[in-house]
T-cell receptor
Framework: GQQLNQSPQSMFIQEGEDVSMNCTSS?????WLWYKQDPGEGPVLLIA?????ELTSNGRLTAQFGITRKDSFLNISASIPSDVGIYFC????????????FGQGTRLTINP | DAGVIQSPRHEVTEMGQEVTLRCKPI?????LFWYRQTMMRGLELLIY????????DSGMPEDRFSAKMPNASFSTLKIQPSEPRDSAVYFC????????????FGEGSWLTVV
C-alpha cells in the first residue's frame, strides 16, 4: 500500500534552534498536510499544501510541496518550548480523495 | 465554533465487553473518519463516511468492529467483543468535501482493554 516515510523519527534540540523534517513517498500526492499532536490530544492541522512547488508559511513554520509531488518538508525556525510534540505529515493521493496517508511522525524534544 | 467532539475521552474495560465510542463531527462537514493510533502502527484509517454512507471500511480490523452514522451529526464505533489488542486511541475526524479539503480531528477516545 501507499506509504509515507517521515524522518527523522525523533529530534532533540536546544531552544532557539531551527528544525527541519521531511516526508517522502514512491507515490504521487495531490495534497500534503502537516499536523502536530500534543500529548493527550488529537492531531491539529498546521499547514496544507495543494500545488507542486508551493511554499507556505504559518508564523515560524514553513512547508513546501515538492516539485515531484512525492515529498514535502516542514521547517520550524527559532524553536520554543511549546513546539514540543509529534509532527505528522499526511498526504492525499488524488484530487478530492479523502483517505489520508500518514507518516510515522517526528517526535520533537526541546531542551530549554 | 465547536470542533469534532468525541466521547468517552477515556475508557477502561474488561476483555469481552462491548465498547461504544461516539463522535459528533463539525457542523456542515459531510465526511466523517474513524482512525486508530497505536505506537506500533501509527495512525490508521478504519472507515470513512460521506453524507452518512460508509464509503471505505477496508481498514476495519475484523468483524468485531462496526461503525454507524445514523445522521449527519452523530457516529459510533463499536467493538464487540473487545480484546486487549484493541487498546489504542481512537480518533474521529471530519471534513467538508471539496478540492483541497482539510480534515479536522477530535481529541480522541483512549481505550484500554484489560
Amino acid at each position: 500500500g501507499q506509504q509515507l516515510n517521515q524522518s527523522p523519527q525523533s529530534m532533540f534540540i536546544q531552544e532557539g534552534e531551527d528544525v527541519s523534517m521531511n516526508c517522502t513517498s514512491s507515490s504521487i500526492f495531490n495534497t500534503w498536510l502537516w499536523y502536530k499532536q500534543d500529548p493527550g490530544e488529537g492531531p491539529v492541522l498546521l499547514i496544507a499544501l495543494y500545488k507542486a512547488g508551493e511554499l507556505t508559511s504559518n508564523g515560524r513554520l514553513t512547508a513546501q510541496f515538492g516539485i515531484t509531488r512525492k515529498d514535502s518538508f516542514l521547517n520550524i525556525s527559532a524553536s520554543i518550548p511549546s513546539d514540543v510534540g509529534i509532527y505528522f505529515c499526511a498526504g492525499l493521493l488524488s484530487e478530492g480523495a479523502q483517505k489520508l496517508v500518514f507518516g510515522q511522525g517526528t517526535r520533537l524534544t526541546i531542551n530549554p | 465554533d465547536a470542533g469534532v467532539i468525541q466521547s468517552p475521552r477515556h475508557e477502561v474495560t474488561e476483555m469481552g465487553q462491548e465498547v461504544t465510542l461516539r463522535c459528533k463531527p463539525i457542523s456542515g462537514h459531510d465526511y466523517l473518519f474513524w482512525y486508530r493510533q497505536t505506537m506500533m502502527r501509527g495512525l490508521e484509517l478504519l472507515i470513512y463516511f460521506n453524507n452518512n454512507v460508509p464509503i471505505d471500511d477496508s481498514g476495519m480490523p475484523e468483524d468485531r468492529f462496526s461503525a454507524k452514522m445514523p445522521n449527519a451529526s452523530f457516529s459510533t464505533l463499536k467493538i464487540q467483543p473487545s480484546e486487549p489488542r484493541d487498546s489504542a486511541v481512537y480518533f474521529c475526524a471530519s471534513s467538508l468535501g471539496s478540492p483541497g479539503n482539510t480534515i479536522y480531528f477530535g481529541e480522541g477516545s483512549w481505550l484500554t482493554v484489560v
